[in-house]
C-alpha cells in the first residue's frame, strides 16, 4: 500500500510526494547531490508519434536512469516529463559524473530512427537551504543546460 502511494504509476519511479518527503529530511540529516533532469523536445516526440509513444518514451528514460544511477540514489519522476535524482553522501563532482553518464546513456537509445536526449542541472546541498531553494539552483543550471543546446549537464554549486 505505502509502495503504491509512493511511486509514479506510468514509470515506476517514486512520485512527487515521495521525493518532496525525502529531500525535507535529507535537508536535517545528510549531504546529498540533486539532478534536475529533463526530456528534450519531449513535446516534438508527442505530436510527431502521439500521447502514447511520447508515455513510452517516458517509460524508456525512467528505466534507463533507474539502472544507471548509483544503488543508494533516489529517483523520481517530478511530474511531466522532468525527472529528479538524490544521491545521498555525493560530492559535487561525483553527482557531475552520474549526470554524464546518464547523458551519454540516454542519448545512446534510439526511439523511432531517433536519438533520446535529456538536460541535467545538478546541484548540493547548502547549510541553509530550504526544498525551495535547493530546486531553484538546480532549475537554473538546468535553465543554461537548455540555452546551452541541450544534452549537456550544467551545475551550480
Ligand atoms: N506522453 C506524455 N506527455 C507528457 C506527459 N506529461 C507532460 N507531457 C508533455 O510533455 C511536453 C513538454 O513539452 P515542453 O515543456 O514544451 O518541452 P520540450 O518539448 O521537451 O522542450 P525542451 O524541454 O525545451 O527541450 C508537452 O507536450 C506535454 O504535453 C505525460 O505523462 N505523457
Known sequence: ?????ETDKLTGLFNREKLDRTLSSLLKSSNFGFI???IDYFKEINDTYGHLEGDKALVIVSNKLKSVSPSK?????WGGEEFVIIIEGATLDETKEVA?????DINGIYFHEKRLSVSCGVTINHSDDNTLTVIERADLALYRAKKNGRNRVEYNE
Open 1 to 5: 500500500m505505502k509502495k503504491l502511494a
Open 36 to 38: 534536475l533532469l529533463d
Open 73 to 77: 540514489a533516489l529517483c523520481a519522476r
Open 100 to 104: 554524464t553518464t546518464i547523458i551519454t
